[in-house]
Protein backbone atom coordinates (compact mmCIF):
# COMPACT_ATOMS: atom_id res chain seq x y z
CA UNK A 1 0.00 0.00 0.00
CA UNK A 2 1.18 3.58 -0.52
CA UNK A 3 2.49 5.86 1.69
CA UNK A 4 0.89 8.99 0.90
CA UNK A 5 2.94 12.25 2.40
CA UNK A 6 1.59 15.35 2.02
CA UNK A 7 3.62 18.74 2.54
CA UNK A 8 2.05 20.81 5.05
CA UNK A 9 2.99 24.73 5.29
CA UNK A 10 1.12 26.67 7.66
CA UNK A 11 -0.52 29.66 5.94
CA UNK A 12 0.91 28.09 2.48
CA UNK A 13 -0.47 28.44 -0.82
CA UNK A 14 -1.94 25.32 -2.68
CA UNK A 15 -2.96 23.95 -6.10
CA UNK A 16 -5.08 21.22 -6.11
CA UNK A 17 -6.67 19.32 -8.96
CA UNK A 18 -10.17 16.58 -7.98
CA UNK A 19 -10.93 14.62 -10.13
CA UNK A 20 -14.33 12.48 -10.49
CA UNK A 21 -14.92 9.15 -10.78
CA UNK A 22 -14.20 7.55 -13.97
CA UNK A 23 -13.86 11.23 -15.63
CA UNK A 24 -17.67 11.50 -15.33
CA UNK A 25 -18.42 15.08 -17.04
CA UNK A 26 -20.85 15.96 -14.61
CA UNK A 27 -19.11 19.13 -12.56
CA UNK A 28 -20.29 21.38 -15.29
CA UNK A 29 -23.82 20.77 -15.35
CA UNK A 30 -25.89 23.26 -13.77
CA UNK A 31 -26.52 20.75 -10.74
CA UNK A 32 -22.56 19.68 -10.68
CA UNK A 33 -21.78 23.76 -10.56
CA UNK A 34 -24.88 24.80 -7.98
CA UNK A 35 -23.76 22.19 -5.48
CA UNK A 36 -19.78 22.64 -5.80
CA UNK A 37 -20.53 26.22 -5.11
CA UNK A 38 -22.67 25.61 -1.75
CA UNK A 39 -20.15 23.03 -0.62
CA UNK A 40 -17.08 25.65 -0.92
CA UNK A 41 -18.90 28.01 0.63
CA UNK A 42 -20.07 26.11 3.34
CA UNK A 43 -16.14 24.89 4.31
CA UNK A 44 -14.92 28.55 4.06
CA UNK A 45 -17.30 29.56 6.64
CA UNK A 46 -16.46 26.18 9.05
CA UNK A 47 -12.09 26.31 7.76
CA UNK A 48 -11.94 29.53 6.18
CA UNK A 49 -9.83 29.75 2.81
CA UNK A 50 -9.26 32.20 0.03
CA UNK A 51 -9.53 30.46 -3.61
CA UNK A 52 -6.65 32.44 -5.42
CA UNK A 53 -7.57 30.95 -9.00
CA UNK A 54 -9.69 27.90 -10.17
CA UNK A 55 -11.09 26.60 -13.34
CA UNK A 56 -14.01 24.16 -13.69
CA UNK A 57 -13.72 21.74 -16.31
CA UNK A 58 -16.30 18.93 -17.00
CA UNK A 59 -14.24 15.89 -14.92
CA UNK A 60 -11.89 17.76 -13.18
CA UNK A 61 -11.50 21.03 -11.18
CA UNK A 62 -7.97 23.06 -10.56
CA UNK A 63 -8.01 25.56 -8.01
CA UNK A 64 -5.18 27.65 -5.76
CA UNK A 65 -6.06 28.50 -2.20
CA UNK A 66 -4.47 30.53 0.53
CA UNK A 67 -4.60 29.08 3.75
CA UNK A 68 -4.69 31.41 6.81
CA UNK A 69 -1.49 31.89 8.87
CA UNK A 70 -0.95 29.07 10.96
CA UNK A 71 -3.25 26.89 9.36
CA UNK A 72 -2.16 23.88 7.41
CA UNK A 73 -5.23 21.51 7.22
CA UNK A 74 -6.31 21.43 3.21
CA UNK A 75 -6.92 17.49 3.60
CA UNK A 76 -9.61 18.09 6.08
CA UNK A 77 -11.06 20.70 3.58
CA UNK A 78 -10.84 18.77 0.56
CA UNK A 79 -12.04 15.40 2.43
CA UNK A 80 -14.90 17.28 3.78
CA UNK A 81 -15.50 19.26 0.24
CA UNK A 82 -15.59 15.85 -1.64
CA UNK A 83 -17.76 14.01 1.15
CA UNK A 84 -20.63 16.64 1.27
CA UNK A 85 -20.01 17.29 -3.17
CA UNK A 86 -21.25 13.86 -3.38
CA UNK A 87 -23.56 13.40 -0.92
CA UNK A 88 -25.68 16.13 -2.27
CA UNK A 89 -24.92 14.78 -5.86
CA UNK A 90 -26.55 11.53 -4.65
CA UNK A 91 -29.24 12.98 -2.99
CA UNK A 92 -30.51 15.42 -6.20
CA UNK A 93 -30.23 12.40 -7.73
CA UNK A 94 -27.02 12.56 -9.44
CA UNK A 95 -25.43 9.11 -10.75
CA UNK A 96 -22.29 7.59 -9.54
CA UNK A 97 -19.78 5.35 -11.40
CA UNK A 98 -19.62 1.77 -11.02
CA UNK A 99 -17.29 0.64 -8.01
CA UNK A 100 -15.33 -2.30 -6.87
CA UNK A 101 -16.80 -4.81 -4.32
CA UNK A 102 -13.37 -3.49 -2.37
CA UNK A 103 -14.56 0.00 -2.22
CA UNK A 104 -17.64 -0.64 -1.45
CA UNK A 105 -16.81 -2.62 1.67
CA UNK A 106 -14.89 0.91 2.85
CA UNK A 107 -17.95 3.26 1.63
CA UNK A 108 -16.35 4.75 -0.82
CA UNK A 109 -18.87 6.10 -4.06
CA UNK A 110 -18.24 6.52 -7.50
CA UNK A 111 -18.64 10.43 -7.70
CA UNK A 112 -15.17 12.08 -6.51
CA UNK A 113 -12.20 10.09 -6.94
CA UNK A 114 -10.42 9.45 -3.24
CA UNK A 115 -7.31 10.74 -4.01
CA UNK A 116 -5.77 14.16 -5.22
CA UNK A 117 -3.16 15.74 -6.23
CA UNK A 118 -2.03 18.65 -4.06
CA UNK A 119 1.52 20.66 -4.42
CA UNK A 120 2.11 23.75 -2.37
CA UNK A 121 3.82 26.91 -4.15
CA UNK A 122 7.28 28.08 -3.47
CA UNK A 123 7.52 31.48 -4.54
CA UNK A 124 6.13 34.03 -7.18
CA UNK A 125 7.30 32.63 -10.33
CA UNK A 126 5.70 28.81 -9.40
CA UNK A 127 2.47 30.77 -8.51
CA UNK A 128 2.33 32.54 -11.74
CA UNK A 129 3.07 28.68 -13.79
CA UNK A 130 0.62 27.31 -11.71
CA UNK A 131 -1.90 30.43 -12.44
CA UNK A 132 -1.46 30.15 -15.95
CA UNK A 133 -1.65 26.55 -16.43
CA UNK A 134 -5.11 26.94 -14.93
CA UNK A 135 -6.60 29.35 -16.79
CA UNK A 136 -4.87 27.32 -20.12
CA UNK A 137 -6.42 24.27 -18.86
CA UNK A 138 -9.99 24.53 -20.96
CA UNK A 139 -8.12 24.89 -23.99
CA UNK A 140 -5.67 22.50 -23.41
CA UNK A 141 -8.60 20.32 -23.04
CA UNK A 142 -10.23 21.40 -26.17
CA UNK A 143 -13.21 22.41 -24.37
CA UNK A 144 -12.27 26.96 -25.89
CA UNK A 145 -10.28 27.89 -28.10
CA UNK A 146 -9.02 30.76 -26.09
CA UNK A 147 -9.04 31.00 -22.34
CA UNK A 148 -11.40 33.66 -22.58
CA UNK A 149 -14.44 31.46 -23.76
CA UNK A 150 -14.33 29.66 -21.09
CA UNK A 151 -17.09 30.57 -18.10
CA UNK A 152 -16.40 28.81 -15.36
CA UNK A 153 -12.51 30.18 -14.67
CA UNK A 154 -11.03 32.80 -12.56
CA UNK A 155 -9.15 33.61 -15.89
CA UNK A 156 -11.62 36.78 -16.25
CA UNK A 157 -11.31 38.38 -12.93
CA UNK A 158 -7.23 37.95 -13.64
CA UNK A 159 -7.85 39.85 -17.00
CA UNK A 160 -10.02 42.68 -15.48
CA UNK A 161 -7.99 43.31 -13.28
CA UNK A 162 -4.91 43.34 -16.05
CA UNK A 163 -2.86 40.45 -14.89
CA UNK A 164 -3.88 38.66 -18.83
CA UNK A 165 -4.93 40.58 -22.03
CA UNK A 166 -7.70 39.39 -23.62
CA UNK A 167 -6.21 37.07 -26.01
CA UNK A 168 -4.08 34.99 -23.74
CA UNK A 169 -4.35 31.57 -24.74
CA UNK A 170 -5.44 31.80 -28.07
CA UNK A 171 -2.11 29.85 -29.10
CA UNK A 172 -0.73 26.66 -28.30
CA UNK A 173 1.23 26.89 -24.91
CA UNK A 174 3.75 24.36 -23.31
CA UNK A 175 4.63 24.43 -20.10
CA UNK A 176 7.19 22.20 -19.26
CA UNK A 177 9.94 25.15 -19.57
CA UNK A 178 7.59 27.56 -18.40
CA UNK A 179 10.18 30.17 -17.55
CA UNK A 180 8.08 33.49 -16.89
CA UNK A 181 4.03 33.19 -16.47
CA UNK A 182 1.02 35.28 -15.39
CA UNK A 183 0.30 36.14 -18.85
CA UNK A 184 3.61 37.23 -19.77
CA UNK A 185 4.86 35.17 -23.50
CA UNK A 186 8.51 34.54 -22.55
CA UNK A 187 8.81 30.42 -21.98
CA UNK A 188 6.07 29.61 -24.22
CA UNK A 189 7.91 26.84 -26.90
Known sequence: MSNWRRVLVPGGTYAFTLVTEGRAPILTSPVGRSILRQVLCDCRRTWPFDIVAVVLLPDHLHTLWRLPTGDCAYPRRIGWIKKEFTKAWLAGGGAEQPVSASRQRHRRRGVLQRKFWEHCIRGEADLCSHL??????????????????WPWSSFHRYRQAGVYPEDWGCIALEFGDLSDGCGEPGGFG
Open 132 to 149: DYIHYNPVKHGYATCARD
